[in-house]
């Protein structure tokens, strides 16, 4: 028998898997409990790194895990430093203390780390490990293979239950409608800067520019080329329609037209991505035109409504996923729903 908690594994291993990994966690003692990597777990469960990564964000999702990052400079190999969120990556060059070399440090120079939370769960063991000495980042245990593994979206994007329950109250006050104009507005405005801020690589807030006001601008700070994020781009426009009726094809073209006025004098990268939030469904001149603005200069733009944010919390969905299938159907002109055709699971 193994801990009941590893049950949630039982789509990803067979019994006798999740048994050695029960015992591997078990094992562990001192500061080795804090420096679990996908390496370790693949050779000591016996599985493939990409399965052994799902494994262990599959553990850290469901609470048995935290997750730390190891920066390493990728000239001297010496472990800069250990933080605790994607945030506190650097994105910009610095001097490494320990060979004085001017570095940018990549997915590939960071090791991902895991901790037992709570390793009271597990029988104490004997396997320890004192501290991490300078070496280069082992391949699989890196950022970049957790993201190659295609776990993209469901590393970035966790949230608890009590997370959910609250974003599904909050739309509850938006279908209700009460109080002034200005009110209803903020209500759904205020309801996606909270559910994008709940994104570890995003910033949202609502801001003004000399020309617009702009509902929502998301900061993405992790702007790399995997996935969904490489299609997002370093930030993005969302304007939110609080309206009981069918929103105007004319929404479209007006974010389109914002986001290409930001993008004006030599600025064609600034923005590329754009979302319009509205409480009811929008229009199919919505797909089409932006398709054609997609085509033309290859903003993408897609709609999510009502319905699908009350869907996205009831069932725990990934924010994530909803945008790339949103944005994939954009860029392939798909007709059929990439969600029903078995490809996203939302």
């Keep these: 028998m193994y801990c009941s908690r590893l049950s949630v594994l039982q789509e990803l291993l067979s019994e006798d898997k999740i048994e050695k990994l029960d015992k591997y966690f078990a094992s562990l003692i001192g500061s080795a409990c804090e420096n679990i990597t996908v390496s370790k777990v693949a050779k000591a469960i016996g599985v493939a790194p990409n399965i052994s990564s799902k494994v262990l964000t599959k553990c850290m999702k469901e609470g048995l895990l935290r997750v730390s990052y190891a920066i390493r400079c990728p000239e001297c190999n ?61 391949q699989e245990d890196s950022l970049e293979s957790v993201f190659l593994a295609g776990g993209v979206n469901e590393y970035l994007f966790q949230l608890t239950d009590e997370q959910y329950q609250h974003l599904s109250d909050k739309y509850a006050k938006v279908k209700s409608r009460k109080g002034t104009t200005k009110k209803i507005g903020d209500t759904l405005e205020n309801l996606v800067i909270e559910l994008f801020n709940m994104c570890s690589v995003f910033n949202a807030a609502g801001i003004r520019t000399s020309t617009n ?134």
């Design 213 to 346: 006001q702009i509902d929502c601008c998301v900061r993405n700070k992790m702007c790399i080329n995997y996935g969904v994020l490489n299609t997002l781009g370093s930030r993005f426009f969302i304007e939110c329609k609080n309206e009981n009726d069918t929103p105007s094809g004319g929404y479209l073209s007006k974010l389109h037209s914002i986001i290409s006025v930001t993008n004006a004098d030599a600025k064609e990268k600034c923005i590329r991505f754009g979302i319009i939030i509205s409480k009811e469904k929008g229009p199919s001149t919505f797909k089409q035109l932006a398709v054609k603005y997609y085509l033309i200069n290859k903003i993408i733009i897609i709609s999510i409504c009502g319905k699908e944010l009350e869907n996205l919390f009831s069932t725990k969905g990934n924010l994530l996923e909803l945008i790339e299938r949103k944005a994939t159907e954009i860029m392939l002109d798909a007709t059929t729903d990439l969600h029903e055709a078995g490809l996203y699971e939302i």
């Design 78 to 138: 010496m472990l800069i430093k250990r933080v605790e969120s994607l945030s506190e990556i650097p994105d910009e060059a610095f001097e490494c203390y320990g060979c004085n070399e001017e570095i940018e440090v990549t997915t590939k120079d960071v090791e991902v780390l895991y901790s037992l939370t709570d390793n009271r769960v597990f029988i104490n063991g004997q396997q320890v490990e004192t501290k991490l000495p300078a070496r280069t980042v082992v």
